[in-house]
């Protein structure tokens, strides 16, 4: 009898295995994705704003491809950087929720798993969702802005809901609170000083 039950145990760990190496592996595939989705809202935010309109203008005029829907983007800034920010959340969140919830179910105690997702979590967004994607941003901000546009404005219709409902209260809170929209407005690069200083020097 004793034979028989070792026998059972083996065979339900050898049958149990594969699934957890499968959930494992979808989890940790799904993680990867939505550090993928991190790094590009994170890398959006510098690219679009880091992007001077007169330049936008001038890609339009020359009919460059993704140049239109840069400035479309480009036209409700506020919308635009709602969108971003709600993506980037949402993507984040999902993270640790998952991270934690995949380590549950490894094995891990409740405390354990909240504080291996806390710490693993943010040191992956910190290097892959943030600093790194935005550095690229900044290295290559018009490149980078053309070819996101189209796919950050499809996120702007997926999140839609969230984005109208969240534009509406971030407007409601600055007209309470008198704040101002200076973020959205869009940030001056070293480069685009130096042009504007020899340009004047020019004139």
């Not at 890398?43 to 005029?61: K, P």
């Not at 020359?62 to 840069?70: I, R």
């Amino acid at each position: 009898m004793g034979l028989w039950l070792s026998t059972l145990t083996a065979g339900l760990l050898q049958i149990q295995m594969p699934g957890d190496t499968v959930v494992a592996a979808l989890g940790a595939l799904t993680i990867l994705v939505l550090i993928a989705l991190s790094a590009f809202f994170s890398s959006s935010e510098i690219a679009m704003f880091s992007l001077a309109q007169h330049r936008i203008d001038s890609l339009v005029e020359d009919g460059v491809p993704g140049s239109e829907t840069v400035k479309a983007l480009k036209t409700d800034p506020h919308r635009l950087l709602i969108t971003i920010l709600v993506g980037n959340n949402i993507v984040n969140i999902a993270m640790s929720s998952i991270s934690t919830g995949l380590l549950v179910y490894l094995g891990f105690g409740q405390g354990q798993a909240v504080t291996i997702a806390t710490f693993g979590i943010t040191a992956l967004v910190l290097l892959f969702g943030e600093s790194a994607p935005k550095s690229y941003a900044v290295e290559n901000t018009e490149s980078w802005a053309l070819r996101i546009a189209r796919p950050l404005k499809l996120s702007e219709y997926v999140l839609l809901p969230l984005v109208v409902l969240f534009d509406y209260l971030t407007r409601v809170v600055n007209k309470i609170t008198g704040g101002r929209s200076a973020i959205e407005s869009s940030y001056v690069t070293r480069d685009e000083i130096q042009d504007i200083i020899e340009t004047g020097e020019r004139e």
